[in-house]
Each structure stands twice: as structure tokens, then as C-alpha cells.
Antibody, heavy 126, light 107 residues
């Protein structure tokens, strides 16, 4: 069973930065085989995709709403995913989830979110 | 970007009822359509992928169908634990986009 545990959330002022982490573990699971996504959910709202990083970190993609401000990365030696968030805005307030794609090495499954973490709350407020 | 529209936004049904939720894509997405269930206070969970494939561990009362632009999620016999919000999501292209959600309440 795969486990994803996000951390790093908290209260931050507009314009400041914050880095989220997502530690991934599991039996018979090779972190470096899988792509990962970040998805967020503002309080009482729906789901919004934020970012994608490929299995080896060479391909990254972002929602327009965060492009140029957020940066996704991964450390395969630590089985950990990161989301660096700069120039935070009040509208970035949300629970941030990391999610693993359903299957490795299948392009059709690269955008299916098979396993999710419990989420970490980021509140941007003065 | 591909827009996803779900209907209804909310519904209330009784235990044992057959429930259908629909999802429409603004462009054809073949069968690159997934459904997630989110119970209150918890993370979403994958329920159906590739329009009609049941995720391992998901109850068989859940089924999905459709292709192109129109899709449905059906619960054959509603159970109390199905009280949740359901989201469709297209995996055809980035940016990934979700429907606005359907809040399912048990009467």
C-alpha cells in the first residue's frame, strides 16, 4: 500500500514563500518509476490541478494560475516530492494534495491520480 | 483548456436507489475520463478510470460509461457510505481539469 504524507503547510503573508513536501512510501514501490501531481482545493470549493512532474523530474507542467510562481521538484533518493510556492496570493489558500499516477510507464495512466495524500492546508493571509 | 461540466450539482436519494451523475467535456476526450469520490474531510479517491474501469477496492455497485464528450457515473444501489462529493476529471491533456463536483446526500 502506498502512503503519501504532505507537510509544510501553515499561515503565510501575501507575497511570501512556502515549500511543501510530500513523503512517499510503500511496500514493493519504486518512487522513481512514477510521475506525481499536485492538486489543491480552496475551502468549500472543488479540485484544481496545480502541477505535474515526470518520473525523472525532466518534465514539469503547471496550471496558468501558478506558472512562474510555483516550482515542483523531486528527490528520488529521499522518495520525496516538493512544491516551492513563491509570491503567494490570498487566492492560493487551499488544501494541497500530492497524488501519484495510477501506473508507471503507461502514458494513458500518466494523468490518472491513483493515490492521494491527506493534504496540507496553506492559508495566505495578512 | 478542456472544460468539464457535471450535473446535477447536488442530489438527494434514498438507500437502495439507482443514482446517475453526468459529466460533459467541452471537447472530445475519447475515454480519458476518471471519477473520484471525496467524503467530507478526507482526500479524494479514484473510483473509475478510463471512463468505465473500476478501481481496485471500489464497490461493484459503481460503474462508468461514455466516450467522446458525454459520460455517466452510476451507483446501482445507493448505500449510506456513498454520501460524498463526486468529481469527474479529464486525463486527455494538461491542464488536467475537474468538474465542479456533485454533492450526493442520503435521505
Amino acid at each position: 500500500q502506498v502512503q503519501l504524507v504532505e507537510s509544510g503547510g501553515g499561515v503565510v503573508q501575501p507575497g511570501r514563500s512556502l515549500t511543501l513536501s510530500c513523503a512517499v512510501s510503500g511496500f514493493a514501490f519504486n518512487f522513481s518509476d512514477y510521475a506525481f501531481h499536485w492538486v489543491r482545493q480552496a475551502p468549500g470549493k472543488g479540485l484544481e490541478w496545480v502541477s505535474l512532474i515526470s518520473f525523472d523530474g525532466t518534465y514539469k507542467n503547471y496550471a496558468d494560475s501558478v506558472k512562474g510562481r510555483f516550482s515542483v521538484s523531486r528527490d528520488n533518493s529521499k522518495s520525496t516530492l516538493y512544491l516551492q510556492m513563491n509570491s503567494l496570493r490570498t487566492e492560493d489558500t487551499a488544501v494541497y494534495y500530492c497524488a501519484r499516477v495510477k501506473e508507471a510507464y503507461r502514458a494513458a495512466m500518466a494523468r490518472v491520480l491513483g493515490n492521494w495524500g491527506q493534504g496540507t492546508l496553506v492559508t495566505v493571509s495578512s | 483548456d478542456i472544460q468539464m461540466t457535471q450535473s446535477p450539482s447536488s442530489l438527494s436519494a434514498s438507500v437502495g436507489d439507482r443514482v446517475t451523475i453526468t459529466c460533459r467535456a467541452s471537447h472530445s476526450i475519447s475515454t480519458y475520463l476518471n471519477w473520484y469520490q471525496q467524503r467530507p474531510g478526507t482526500a479524494p479517491q479514484l473510483l473509475i478510470y478510463a471512463a468505465s474501469s473500476l478501481q481496485g477496492g471500489a464497490p461493484s455497485r459503481f460503474s462508468g460509461s461514455g466516450s467522446g464528450t458525454d459520460f455517466t457515473l452510476t451507483i446501482s444501489s445507493l448505500q449510506p457510505e456513498d454520501s460524498a462529493t463526486y468529481y469527474c476529471q479529464q486525463s486527455y491533456s494538461t491542464p488536467l481539469t475537474f468538474g465542479q463536483g456533485t454533492n450526493l446526500e442520503i435521505k
